[in-house]
């Protein structure tokens, strides 16, 4: 089955800096790759979602690549704000038809001001 | 727009009680619907999904059950409530084909079982 790591727990880093997430799988490549946003006690919020023949995509101040060679995902917010501060879900498609996927634990970020 | 609603925000159940979490979508019709659940500092964990009414899978064997009685509605309920039953429930719909579409949530259910 697929397993997603999503890199250390936390990480914190002072506002005006690029905060960057990585997403590592284990298995087949899917054919989309999501990223998501989840405050406490709120559901996840969908940010953005990058297909197996995309390399990058981007929304405002932020930008996913994907790289089926290293099997990783990586989510970078540049300019970053306290704003920012959430903790951030990776997820695989596993299934197209069914449009289910699998999810990482998330990766908590912190923006000191 | 689509929207999603979902209730109660909070729950607290003894063992052994029955439940019933309810989700309606609004602005879209035939979506795909899905309950997951989240375990506290944990990624999200497929429970069911639906394509159409009456149609349901499940993907964990476990004390819960799944209905889709309207194509809008996703219910999730149990008979008996375990203390391993609870956690941070939340409904999703998707775009079908997943073309560009990730999940919208709901605002989820805490559920403690007591």
């Known amino acids: 089955s697929q397993k997603i790591e999503q890199n250390s727990e936390a990480l914190n880093i002072q506002e005006g800096k690029t905060a960057t997430l990585t997403c590592n799988y284990t298995n087949y490549s899917p054919a989309y790759l999501q990223w998501y946003r989840q405050d406490p006690g709120r559901g996840p919020v969908f940010l953005l979602l990058?297909?197996?023949?995309?390399k990058e995509k981007r929304k405002e101040r932020l930008k996913v690549t994907f790289d089926t060679t290293l099997k990783q995902s990586l989510f970078h917010i540049t300019a970053s704000q306290p704003a920012d501060s959430a903790t951030y879900l990776c997820?695989?498609?596993?299934?197209?038809?069914?449009?289910?996927?699998?999810f990482g634990d998330g990766t908590t970020l912190t923006v000191k001001p | 727009s689509q929207t999603i609603h979902q209730w109660p925000a909070t729950l607290v159940q003894p063992v052994g009680s029955p439940l019933s979490l309810e989700c309606t979508v609004e602005?879209?019709?035939?979506?795909?619907l899905y309950w997951y659940r989240q375990a506290a500092g944990r990624g999200l964990q497929l429970l069911f999904y639906s394509v159409g009414i009456g149609q349901i899978s499940s993907e964990v064997p476990q004390n819960l059950s799944a209905s889709r009685p309207q194509d809008r509605q996703f219910i999730l309920s149990s008979k008996k409530l375990l203390l391993s039953d609870s956690g941070f429930y939340l409904c999703a719909w998707r775009g079908t084909g997943g073309l560009n579409y990730g999940y919208t949530f709901g605002s989820g259910t805490r559920l403690t079982v007591v």
């Open positions: 990058i297909r197996e023949n995309e």
């Open positions: 997820a695989l498609d596993i299934d197209t038809n069914a449009g289910k996927s699998t």
């Open positions: 602005g879209t019709s035939n979506p795909n």
